[in-house]
């Protein structure tokens, strides 16, 4: 109550009945009252006359009836009744959002919001990310035809989806803007696409796809890889998987048939195709299951992007940096191993810039505490940094550590440095005073 309650006594019991119940009396009964009785009189009935008693009562009982029960009042707003939702053309995912919450919170269905978005019930969304909530008109799907795509300048530590949030686009957009998938490797100075731009305007191109050489087609053998199929055909293993809608995780069998892109009506025979790696190197020649899973290797490399060679020197050097070894030896080693080329591959599969055989990557790993993937440039570095650290903690000397990384340190205690270990040595020091 706001108002206050005087403290002086009513010279008369039956006032303040009157007064309290005034509130409840009907306009039009207290307009009598007024009509009978003028303000500016101060004469007062001695008892409340039975009619206005009666009247009271009346009165008390119609509120009562008229109370609604609790249980009977709907717990949610009739829909006619609510306000006007306004629902914005998209929402920018923040941390913890997801699609049912999303969906819920501007009124739509989950399942519309995902299809809108070409999502599934199980896809990842991530803070940056754009999701649609309403369907583009068809003036805006023609807005890219007139957008120019942007441009982006990969930097150490970026990921695809980081770059994709930042920049308010989808993963999906920016993997098909640079014809990439979602385990593709980036590397530092890479530029990224960040929209369709011109090449929205070129779409009529397809039309010329007829025109392509045609395909010729391959029945998959027990023991068969996708990319020992591309490598024995002489296309590259993207072109394979593009033309039979594969992924390189994809599971092939025996008797599979698939399309091999660009070449005429019958397949070369395997042993009138060129390999990509050689099977002998200085005069050794090596078995012909390790030589075969070089040229696998050697075709994956082949079908991913890699750093350049300067750029793949800077990644060499950030490694040995951070794991605490001389940034010019490192950098000695990966230029006398490979010149800094991610894609070399030796017939002994010695992997990447740093020319790590799969043996030794597995030793690599264990010293790291993690698996690493020589394929990738990170891992590869990571791989030669880690055995270059191990061999000089564990060496008689530097010149000892060096060798064997070339050699092998079993081998270099107990037989000596070969003469041309011994040539690697001195050429290992000289790059390192080079890059010092």
Excluded: C
């Excluded at 803070?127 to 799907?141: D, F, N, S, V």
């Amino acid at each position: 109550m706001t108002t206050t309650r005087s403290t002086k006594q009513s010279p008369r019991p039956g006032l303040p009945l009157i007064a309290a119940t005034t509130a409840t009396l009907p306009a039009v009964m207290l307009s009598s009252l007024a009509v009978a009785q003028p303000a500016a009189a101060d004469v007062r009935p001695a008892t409340v006359p039975a009619t206005l008693a009666a009247a009271i009562e009346a009165q008390a009982a119609a509120v009562k009836a008229g109370i609604i029960p609790a249980a009977s009042v709907p717990a949610a707003i009739p829909s006619g009744l609510q306000p006007t939702r306004v629902t914005p053309a998209a929402h920018t995912v923040v941390r913890g959002d997801t699609v049912s919450g999303i969906a819920g919170r501007y009124g739509l269905s989950t399942t519309s919001v995902l299809k809108l978005n070409n999502l599934k019930s199980n896809s990842v969304i991530y803070p940056g990310q754009r999701i649609k909530l309403k369907a583009a008109t068809a003036p805006a799907a023609q807005a890219p035809a007139r957008t120019a795509a942007r441009t982006y300048t990969v930097k150490s530590g970026d990921t695809l989806g980081g770059i994709a949030g930042r920049h308010g686009v989808r993963l999906s957009q920016v993997l098909s803007w640079n014809g990439l998938k979602a385990s593709s490797i980036i590397y530092p100075g890479q530029k990224i696409r960040l929209g369709a731009g011109a090449a929205v305007a070129a779409a009529p191109a397809k039309a010329a796809a007829p025109a392509a050489a045609p395909s010729a087609s391959y029945v998959i053998k027990s023991g068969d890889t996708l990319s020992g199929i591309a490598s024995r055909h002489g296309v590259k293993l993207a072109a394979i998987l593009s033309a039979n809608r594969l992924k390189v995780t994809s599971i092939i069998y025996p008797g599979q048939k698939l399309a091999i892109p660009g070449k005429a009506n019958a397949v070369q025979p395997a042993s009138s195709v060129t390999p990509l790696v050689p099977s002998s190197f200085l005069g050794y020649t090596y078995p012909a299951a390790v030589v075969s899973s070089a040229n696998k290797n050697k075709a994956l490399l082949n079908a991913s992007p890699v750093p350049s060679l300067a750029q793949m020197q800077s990644i060499v050097a950030d490694t040995a940096r951070r794991m605490g070894v001389d940034p010019a030896l490192a950098q000695a080693f990966a230029y006398q191993e490979s010149g800094f080329n991610q894609r070399a591959v030796s017939p002994a599969n010695a992997i990447g810039t740093m020319q790590v055989i799969p043996s030794s990557g597995e030793w690599a790993s264990d010293l790291v505490g993690r698996k690493l993937n020589l394929l990738d440039p990170y891992d590869n570095a990571t791989a030669g940094v880690a055995i270059i650290r191990q061999l000089i903690r564990t060496s008689r000397s530097l010149d000892y550590a060096i060798a064997g990384y070339y050699q092998g340190q079993y081998s270099v205690n107990k037989h000596g440095m070969y003469t041309d270990t011994k040539h690697y040595v001195a050429a290992i020091k000289a790059h390192r005073r080079t890059f010092s």
